[in-house]
């Protein structure tokens, strides 16, 4: 069982990237699927969170992120995306992807951790 994010990088303000985090081992579409972000010396806060296709594959965020992230899964890919726009420097963090959820409004126990992808904003 692993998970595998990616599609970090350095970019302006304004811009956009696209995260990845692909599964291998077992099929990301059972689970709820959130992706978290680490700022250095901050917590890890949960910024967005898919539920699984099961499970209405509701989408939830953070609202420092709402309106300029989305999240979205492809089963056939077994992979979920977050699709960040208008990134601001305060986005910079180690974004993590993980199989459960911890924001406001749904918490779906983690069990598995990915790797960090590393994105900064900046001019």
């Known amino acids: 069982v692993q998970l595998q994010a990616s599609g970090g990088g350095l970019v302006q303000p304004g811009k956009s990237l696209r995260l990845s985090c692909a599964a291998s081992?077992?099929?990301?579409?059972?689970?709820?699927i959130g992706w978290f972000r680490q700022a250095p010396g901050k917590e890890r806060e949960g910024v967005s969170c898919?539920?699984?296709?099961?499970?209405?594959?509701?989408?939830y965020y953070a609202d420092s992120v709402k309106g300029r992230f989305t999240i979205s899964r492809d089963n056939v890919k077994n992979t979920v995306y977050l699709q960040m726009n208008s990134l601001k420097p305060e986005d910079t963090a180690i974004y993590y992807c993980?199989?459960?959820?911890?924001?406001?409004?749904?918490?779906?126990?983690?069990?598995?951790w990915g790797q960090g992808t590393q994105v900064t904003v900046s001019s």
């Open positions: 898919i539920k699984s296709s099961d499970d209405n594959g509701s989408t």
């Open positions: 993980a199989t459960g959820c911890r924001l406001s409004s749904v918490w779906v126990s983690v069990d598995y």
């Open positions: 081992g077992f099929s990301l579409d059972y689970y709820a």
